[in-house]
């Protein structure tokens, strides 16, 4: 069983800056697919960015079009801890944002979709304001 705990969320104003942890404990999440999903009032769920990372290398890095160049998906093996570094903030980044993870690899457009991941977090909320 592997727990997530999501954090650093917060209320920044547009063009802001937040960085998002996810702890994991219960399984190392080496060769898990993990992704950050994002859900605002009234709005589906939707994918932000993911990331696999077996054995050797970090791979399988995707993101929405809405965010590229924006926001930095990446991991540290060592405190078995996803992030999400957002940059460049705007009104519709607002919302619950999830940590998620499955073990093994996803194919790019599973990757994408909710139902393929295990285990969630709670969440940690993301406000922008104009």
């Known amino acids: 069983q592997v727990r997530l705990v999501e954090s650093g969320g917060g209320s920044v104003q547009s063009g802001g800056s937040l960085r998002l942890s996810c702890a994991a404990s219960?399984?190392?999440?080496?060769?898990?697919?993990m992704a950050w999903f994002r859900q605002a009032p009234g709005k589906e769920r939707e994918a932000v960015a993911t990331?696999?990372?077996?054995?050797?290398?970090?791979?399988?890095?995707y993101y929405r079009d809405s965010v590229k160049g924006r926001f930095t998906i990446s991991q540290d093996n060592a405190k078995n801890t996803l992030y999400l570094q957002m940059n460049s903030l705007k009104s519709e980044d607002t919302g619950m944002y999830f940590c998620?993870?499955?073990?093994?690899?996803?194919?790019?457009?599973?990757?994408?979709?909710?139902?393929?991941?295990?285990?969630w977090g709670q969440g940690t909320q993301v406000t922008v304001s104009s």
């Open positions: 998620t993870a499955v073990p093994g690899p996803l194919t790019s457009d599973q990757a994408l979709l909710g139902g393929y991941y295990l285990y």
């Open positions: 219960g399984a190392t999440t080496i060769d898990y697919s």
């Open positions: 990331i696999y990372n077996d054995h050797y290398r970090v791979r399988n890095i």
